[in-house]
């Protein structure tokens, strides 16, 4: 069997597979895809991050609406994972069982990369990250054109 160009149909079933076997794994946690994307989103910020910089990062990431992602951070301080910084709620901090669940999270993370990554060549890892880039970039501009 060869194998198939690289295009969107392809790309596509990659990233569902792939998506479908971390989902699985946040259930097993009680989280939500974009629940998991909120807590690495405020962990790269350092675990402190003014909600509107919040809300930009994850819907330029994930590519949805704000009213979602205010829902998902409302959910998480909800939950006792994200704590309001004084200052009329305009910052947000890990609080200690989210910093904990999100190093949690990043470790399933890393053992589903290792399994589902194991053994291809380092090469062509560096060229897919390359042309995966260069289409993600290139999908960003169409979408910033009206």
């Given at each position: 069997m060869s194998s198939p160009t690289l295009n969107g149909q392809?790309?596509?079933?990659?990233?569902?597979?792939?998506?479908?076997?971390?989902?699985?794994?946040?259930?097993?946690?009680?989280?939500?895809?974009?629940?998991?994307?909120?807590?690495?989103?405020?962990?790269?910020?350092?675990?402190?991050?003014?909600?509107?910089?919040?809300?930009?990062?994850?819907?330029?990431?994930?590519?949805?609406?704000?009213?979602?992602?205010?829902?998902t951070l409302d959910e998480l301080t909800a939950a006792g994972l994200l704590r309001e910084l004084p200052a009329a709620g305009s910052g947000l901090a890990l609080t200690?069982?989210?910093?904990?669940?999100?190093?949690?999270?990043?470790?399933?993370?890393?053992?589903?990369s290792a399994r589902l990554y194991a053994d291809i060549p380092a090469q062509d890892m560096a060229v897919a990250g390359r042309v995966l880039t260069l289409v993600k970039q290139r999908a960003d501009a169409e979408l910033t054109r009206t």
């Amino acid at each position: 069997m060869s194998s198939p160009t690289l295009n969107g149909q392809v790309i596509g079933q990659a990233h569902y597979a792939t998506r479908a076997v971390l989902e699985r794994e946040l259930a097993r946690a009680g989280v939500s895809f974009q629940q998991s994307v909120a807590l690495n989103a405020i962990t790269a910020e350092g675990g402190v991050a003014a909600r509107a910089d919040l809300v930009h990062r994850m819907t330029g990431a994930l590519k949805v609406d704000e009213a979602p992602v205010r829902a998902t951070l409302d959910e998480l301080t909800a939950a006792g994972l994200l704590r309001e910084l004084p200052a009329a709620g305009s910052g947000l901090a890990l609080t200690d069982a989210g910093r904990a669940l999100q190093r949690r999270l990043a470790d399933t993370v890393a053992a589903i990369s290792a399994r589902l990554y194991a053994d291809i060549p380092a090469q062509d890892m560096a060229v897919a990250g390359r042309v995966l880039t260069l289409v993600k970039q290139r999908a960003d501009a169409e979408l910033t054109r009206t």
